[in-house]
């Protein structure tokens, strides 16, 4: 009875229909005008703007003919040594002296360059075959170096020709970052003996395709005739020496920036 008599109460009372309709809070009405606002601003953004990103590889400065590694075509002991490692050699020089059975025979370049690590030393026996120098081929102290970049495969493809370089050179670091630009890609990841064909370290090799393959990124040296190591750096002047070959460094490569909408476009 309690029930039906509240019923009919609420059935006796006239309708409110005089009173204002309250939607929202004015807290709500804020919330909605801020959300709306953040939407249109990101939906501009997405078409208009632009989002850059670097790719960071390790790597190493060096002369775009690479290396090779000696080896003596004879067996015998090393009795002469006529070449230091950092010593420039033209093609046919005689680096080694090695005494055979049939006599005396010279262990000679194969091409012009630069030695970069003299393994065979005076008393040293030697078998054919065996490593006794590896040989960086440059013909002058003039050749431009590079920056070889060793990209994993998974991001290779997104490095553009002629994109900018950062680099860093670990003994350099406190004169800033070398610059430079990319002047190709390679075609395919390098296995670890590739690498080493080319660097004449296999050492090297190991610690750049550590994880797999990589693909290898040459990157062009900006020159400066205003600094001591005839290249640019981010600052002024540069270290206050030359730059030497087979030193190690680091890159970041800038790639093509991007426009947020893109990431959604199929």
């Given amino acids: 009875m309690q029930f039906r008599q509240q019923a009919l109460s609420k ?66 002991q090393v009795t002469g040594v006529f070449v230091r490692e950092g010593q420039r050699v033209r093609a046919d020089a005689p680096l080694l002296k090695v005494r055979t059975e049939q006599g005396d025979r010279a262990v000679r370049a194969i091409e012009a360059g630069r030695v970069t690590a003299l393994v065979a030393r005076i008393g040293a026996v030697v078998t054919t075959g065996a490593d006794v120098a590896t040989v960086e081929r440059t013909g002058s102290a003039r050749d431009p170096l590079v920056a070889m970049l060793y990209v994993p495969a998974t991001g290779a493809g997104t490095v553009p020709a002629g994109a900018e370089v950062d680099l860093t050179v670990p003994q350099a670091r406190q004169y800033g970052m070398l610059h430079g630009t990319v002047k190709a890609v390679g075609r395919g990841a390098q296995t670890r003996r590739q690498v080493a064909d080319l660097l004449g370290d296999a050492d090297l090799a190991g610690q750049f395709t550590r994880g797999g393959p990589r693909v290898p990124v040459l990157v062009k040296l900006t020159r400066s005739p205003a600094t001591k190591s005839g290249y640019a750096w981010s600052t002024p002047d540069g270290p206050p020496y030359a730059l030497t070959s087979m030193t190690l460094a680091s890159g970041a490569v800038h790639l093509a920036e991007q426009r947020p909408i893109d990431w959604l476009l199929p």
Avoid: C, F, H, N
Avoid at 36 to 50: K, P, Q
């Fill in 11 to 76: 059935l006796q009372s006239p309708e409110a229909l005089d009173l204002p309709v309250r939607l929202a809070r004015p807290q709500g009405l804020l919330v909605l005008a801020v959300t709306l606002v953040v939407m249109a601003a990101s939906a501009v953004w997405a078409v208009t703007g632009s989002v850059s990103s670097t790719l960071k590889a390790d790597g190493i400065l060096t002369y775009g003919q690479g290396s090779y590694v000696l080896q003596t075509p004879v067996t015998g």
